[in-house]
């Protein structure tokens, strides 16, 4: 069985725009490459860590535990042998409590990356590949959720670019969901659900290639 490890926040957690409910795994995107990922492949287990509001490198002032670059070597260590790590980052770096722009979230992004590869995985056990996902960009904030995301699609602009950058640099796999679909325009955050299908089917082509 070949294990990918994808390690996210709301995006992926599967928050449905406008409410505080989960679409079920098999909608989720995660879910939805798994199961495309089994109709041709040797059996993959997709594991999600995905917690809502985490950041790269950034503390939330208000919910302890969203920097995502802390503890990312004890997670890599608890789910060996991996095959692939997903880091699929960067949206809540651009609340409005935070002053970042892509840049920044690319460099919180980098040194998760480089704490992955550092990783003290067991004698024997790979290193695994990364792949980058870069979020939608934030649209025109809407709903509950408006006041904590203002001013997010203004600091958002040149995410893509600048993730690439650190690909290149790093070795890693890369794709930008935006090359898909957009943002869901209920909250102008989030996806619906058939956004979550197209990324995780885009994904599934992407993630072959590298397993096989």
Not at 10 to 16: A, D, E, Q, V, Y
Not at 158 to 173: K, M, N, Q
Request: aromatic share 6%; with cysteine.
């Amino acid at each position: 069985m070949k294990q990918i490890l994808v390690y996210s926040d709301s995006l992926t957690w599967g928050i449905i725009p406008g409410t505080r409910k989960r679409l079920n795994f098999d909608d989720r995107w995660t879910g939805f490459m798994e199961n495309n990922l089994n109709e041709t492949n040797d059996k993959v287990r997709v594991i999600e860590n995905c917690l809502n509001g985490r950041r790269t490198a950034w503390e939330d002032p208000f919910l302890p535990g969203r920097r995502g670059i802390d503890g990312i070597q004890q997670i890599i260590e608890m789910h060996s042998p991996l095959d692939l790590v997903i880091v699929a980052l960067g949206t809540n770096d651009f609340q409005s409590m935070h002053q970042l722009n892509a840049w920044h979230s690319a460099q919180g992004v980098r040194a998760i990356i480089n704490q992955i590869q550092k990783s003290p995985v067991e004698p024997g056990m790979p290193i695994p590949p990364v792949l980058i996902v870069v979020p939608p960009l934030i649209e025109n904030p809407k709903g509950p959720i408006a006041p904590k995301f203002k001013g997010g699609e203004n600091k958002i602009k040149g995410l893509a670019e600048e993730y690439e950058i650190v690909s290149t640099d790093l070795g890693c796999h890369y794709f930008d969901c935006s090359s898909v679909t957009t943002a869901s325009l209920v909250d102008g955050i989030h996806l619906d659900k058939n956004q979550h299908h197209l990324v995780g089917a885009a994904l599934s082509n992407i993630v072959r290639a590298v397993l096989d």
